[in-house]
Nanobody
Framework: QVQLVESGGGLVQPGGSLRLSCAAS????????MSWHRQAPGKERELVAS????????DYGDAVKGRFTISRDNFKSTVFLQMNSLKPEDTAVYYC???????????WGQGTDVTVSA
């Protein structure tokens, strides 16, 4: 059974940092394009960052460029999102996504809450 479990969310002050983790199971992480998405209250879900199968092809949403860093450890089946210089507008539920192109399968985690507030 495929599972994606996010962790690391919480309450942080503006300017602070958080590191999100996405633990994958039920498939080989090395076969999936991984990405983080977020959805703020009343807004549509948006792409935060994505990383290709081999760790290349990294892309970021305009709102987070220069502040967030995505990485992956295929051996540990985990994807990370390092978030620095957090702003109140980064407040959202953050979701991990795995797209497996060889089997055309798409998987989402349950999400982790991130709140940036003084």
């Amino acid at each position: 059974q495929v599972q994606l479990v996010e962790s690391g969310g919480g309450l942080v002050q503006p300017g602070g940092s958080l590191r999100l983790s996405c633990a994958a199971s039920g498939f080989a992480l090395g076969s999936a394009i991984m990405s983080w998405h977020r959805q703020a209250p009343g807004k549509e879900r948006e792409l935060v960052a994505s990383i290709g199968i081999g760790g290349g092809s990294i892309d970021y949403g305009d709102a987070v460029k220069g502040r967030f860093t995505i990485s992956r450890d295929n051996f540990k089946s985990t994807v990370f999102l390092q978030m620095n210089s957090l702003k109140p507008e980064d407040t959202a539920v953050y979701y991990c996504r795995a797209f497996r192109p060889f089997v055309n399968a798409d998987h989402w985690g349950q999400g982790t809450d991130v709140t940036v507030s003084a």
